[in-house]
């Protein structure tokens, strides 16, 4: 059974640019949720999708923004780069919308911002 | 903010069992303890969770106390592998509550 599916795995984008990651569940998981991993911050909750829905949102500004697809598939992007968005992205999803389930992590996609 | 507290940093030598503590002293009745680790460069790996009994793998085993203010990672046989940053995480278990809050571990390393 495939595990959680990140692309790209690395990236180099400018300051002002926009940046778009994706992530696959893993096959039946329907919750799908984005961390940023920085040496400074560690690692912090962006937001979480569920059915298509955003349901949990992290303290991060607005460029950060997401979506979810009927297939569950996800996306993150973040607009107007800046260095310090640099880091490790990170998606984890689950099976199903319940007490006690184990959220499984990917790989992660690293982003440098030069 | 995390609700774990966990040391720094730990040695242990390979081979022998890891003994990883963590303080969740405010926990409440209805949040599970879960451990994840994660080696340099990789995504978080999930190893075990519990909410009151003790709990054993294939990975390791987790002893939560009686009073659940505080719980043990157990590695039973290390190796150079299980050299990780090692996650204690309170998590509440409520339907849509797929959040985890990341503190800042311990770094176990398992020397030869």
């Known amino acids: 059974k495939a595990g959680v599916t990140q692309t790209p795995r690395y990236l180099i984008k400018t300051r002002g640019q926009q940046v778009t990651l994706s992530c696959s569940p893993i096959s039946g998981h329907r919750s799908v949720s984005w961390y940023q991993q920085t040496p400074g911050q560690g690692l912090q909750f962006l937001f979480e999708y569920f059915s298509e829905t955003q349901r949990n949102k992290g303290n991060f500004p607005g460029r950060f923004s997401g979506r979810q697809f009927s297939n569950s598939r996800s996306e993150m992007n973040v607009s107007t780069l800046e260095l310090g968005d640099s880091a490790l992205y990170l998606c984890a999803s689950s099976l199903e919308d319940r007490a006690g389930n184990t959220i499984y992590f990917g790989e992660g996609s690293w982003l440098t911002v030069v | 903010d995390a609700k774990t507290t966990q040391p720094t940093s730990m040695d242990c030598a390979e081979g022998r069992a890891a003994n990883l503590p963590c303080n969740h002293s405010?926990?409440?009745?209805?949040?599970?303890v879960y451990w994840y680790r994660q080696i340099h460069s990789q995504g978080p790996q999930y190893i075990i969770h519990?909410?009151?009994n003790n709990e054993t793998n294939e990975m390791a085993s987790l002893i939560i106390t009686e009073d659940r203010k505080s719980s043990t990672l157990i590695l039973p046989h290390a190796t150079l592998r299980d050299t990780a940053v090692y996650y204690c995480i309170v998590r509440v278990g409520l339907r849509g509550a797929q959040k985890l809050v990341f503190g800042q571990g311990t770094r176990l390393t398992i020397n030869p």
């Open positions: 519990g909410l009151k």
């Open positions: 405010t926990i409440n009745g209805n949040e599970y």
